[in-house]
């Protein structure tokens, strides 16, 4: 039995290059539709608001009110000495009017001016975790797309030499009718057909997840993708050390910059809760207006002059069950919370900066020595074939050697494509990453 194998461009074929959608295509879908993205923004502006509320407790108050009367029974009607209506007479009814107003402006509150302040630093917290949320979605979106295109480079690879299997397996079959190969040849075709059939259906499984991925992020069907160049640049990282990024990483992260407000946050809220204890000081501007009139006793409606009060008030808590203590243990133990997370987040940045460094500086002699693999699998499966066809080599050995070219391939694509993410999560880790990084890797597409 001689193999006859599909020539090695079609092993090596990949989807064709076209006007598909490109990387900025992707992006701007998912701004407009990711519900992590919205989700974030929303809690943005949900704390946003919290400024402003905590800031009213220091401007003015302003209140009003009106009260309206009427006692039935008229035989005569007693009033005390504020001309409030105490009795009434049998018959008739007597009415009275009461309008007053309250303007009051807080004078002194430290624990009001300390929550503002909680509030004004929980907002920044809050606008670097949106940030976070935003930086992100870069890399979602530009993982996810490459996701899609080293799924269907895995599936060209599978699909070629699937054919090839299917191919010889009919060959041979059409031979063992005329008597030309054993039925153990027909099984030993038909199994490795089989087999690689099963490994591009799983192919194909994962490129439908890959693009189910990128549709969950756009939130639109995936149609074909522009993909990524032959000729990529492979420059290290500038700037060429470990500590600069990790440096950077400590004064830019957005999540480090989140975890340090919320700790500013907690520790004003503990100056508002230990504030509780101090006296406020409120001034006060009053007026107030009473009458009434009966309709038992002629000429009894009476209407006093307006009322107009202005003074200072001192309140000075003294006393409310041990609820300010608790509040103030309750803010310590919250700020201490938090400034276990800021360490956390401190560390995880300056590991992951490390980290991405090697990855990217690593990335450049790992894709040259993919590329370098693929290109000595190619020989490896020209010499096994012409071997086979002179009957030095096995069918077995032609097998192995396909299988390891359609790894290499493999393993080629996904590298090459790792080592375009690993830059924009290197940059992610600095806290430096924008939307002008995914318009640099949208130029590598073609």
């Known amino acids: 039995m001689r193999l006859r194998l599909l020539p090695l461009t079609l092993l090596a074929l990949l989807p064709l290059a076209g006007h598909g959608e490109d990387l900025m295509d992707a992006y701007r879908d998912a701004v407009a539709n990711d519900p992590v993205l919205a989700t974030a923004d929303a809690a943005r502006l949900v704390v946003a608001e919290g400024v402003p509320q905590a800031r009213a407790a220091l401007l003015p108050q302003l209140s009003a009110g009106l009260s309206l009367e009427q006692l039935h029974g008229g035989g005569g009607a007693t009033t005390d000495a504020n001309g409030n209506i105490v009795t009434a007479g049998a018959s008739g009814h007597t009415r009275s009017r009461s309008l007053n107003g309250e303007l009051v402006q807080p004078i002194l509150d430290l624990s009001s001016i300390a929550s503002l302040r909680a509030a004004q630093s929980q907002r920044d917290a809050q606008e670097e975790t949106y940030r976070a949320a935003l930086q992100n979605l870069y890399v979602r979106v530009a993982n996810a797309y490459f996701g899609v295109l080293v799924a269907e480079d895995n599936l060209a690879v599978y699909q070629s030499y699937e054919d090839a299997y299917k191919q010889e397996f009919q060959q041979s079959s059409e031979r063992f009718k005329n008597g030309l190969v054993t039925a153990a040849d027909v099984s030993q075709s038909q199994a490795y057909y089989l087999y690689i059939k099963s490994q591009r259906i799983g192919a194909q499984d994962q490129l439908k997840d890959a693009r189910r991925a990128l549709e969950q992020i756009t939130g639109k069907p995936v149609g074909s993708l522009k993909r990524l160049r032959e000729d990529l640049p492979m420059q290290p990282p500038e700037p060429a050390d470990p500590k600069a990024w990790v440096g950077a990483a400590m004064q830019t992260n957005p999540a480090i910059l ?115 693999s693929v290109q000595a699998a190619k020989k490896s499966v020209t010499s096994m074939r012409a071997g086979y066809e002179i009957g030095t080599q096995s069918l077995t050995n032609v097998v192995v050697a396909i299988e390891t070219l359609a790894n290499v391939q493999t393993e080629y694509s996904y590298v090459r494509h790792q080592f375009i993410l690993n830059k924009l999560l290197l940059k992610q880790a600095a806290g430096t990453i924008d939307v002008h990084d995914l318009e640099d890797v949208n130029r590598l597409l073609e």
């Open 258 to 372: 989140a975890a340090r407000h919320a700790v500013d946050a907690d520790e004003h809220r503990i100056n508002a809760a230990r504030a509780n204890h101090l006296p406020t000081i409120n001034a006060n501007v009053g007026y107030s207006k009473y009458g009434s009139w009966s309709n038992v006793e002629r000429g009894a409606a009476g209407y006093g002059p307006g009322t107009t009060t202005v003074g200072l008030t001192l309140s000075v808590p003294l006393f409310s069950g041990g609820l300010t203590q608790s509040q103030v243990r309750q803010a310590i133990h919250q700020r201490d919370e938090d400034a276990g997370l800021l360490e956390t987040q401190r560390r995880q940045a300056a590991r992951d900066a490390s980290n991405y460094y090697n990855l990217v500086l690593d990335g450049i002699e790992q894709v040259q020595s993919a590329r370098d």
